[in-house]
């Protein structure tokens, strides 16, 4: 029984529909946005910072592979990458990062983000499908 809790715990379907709502804000940054991945990169990263690792399913490696976007994202961080930043403050936990790293790694992120949105639009449509 206490898989079961733990389960759908952990792919709760409110979460996962929030969740996608902010994730398909950072795709359209991304997708739309102007410039290198970079530069997207860091136009999307304030609303980067509202999606929660914690808040997505763990199926199909949605949640891993958000979590690996925010560790690439953070490991030139100065500070820890759990401190929350004042809110007047302008830039994201991931500003130093984004800076430092290579087009191409940027590229590579966009893509895991990308690939975890397409499952997690997957995953809500099939739990939303199974209500009606």
Known sequence: MAIKESNAEENNINHAVYMLGK???VIIVLVEGEG???SRLLEASHRLSRVKPYMLPVMDEIREDVEWAFA?????REKSRYVLLPEDYPGTIFDDT???IKNRTA???IGKLFGAWMRLSDFVDQ???KRH
């Open 98 to 100: 984004i800076h430092r």
């Open 107 to 109: 590229s590579k992120i």
């Open 127 to 129: 739990h939303l499908g």
């Open 23 to 25: 994730l398909t804000d």
């Open 72 to 76: 690439e994202l953070t490991k030139y």
């Open 36 to 38: 290198n991945a970079k």
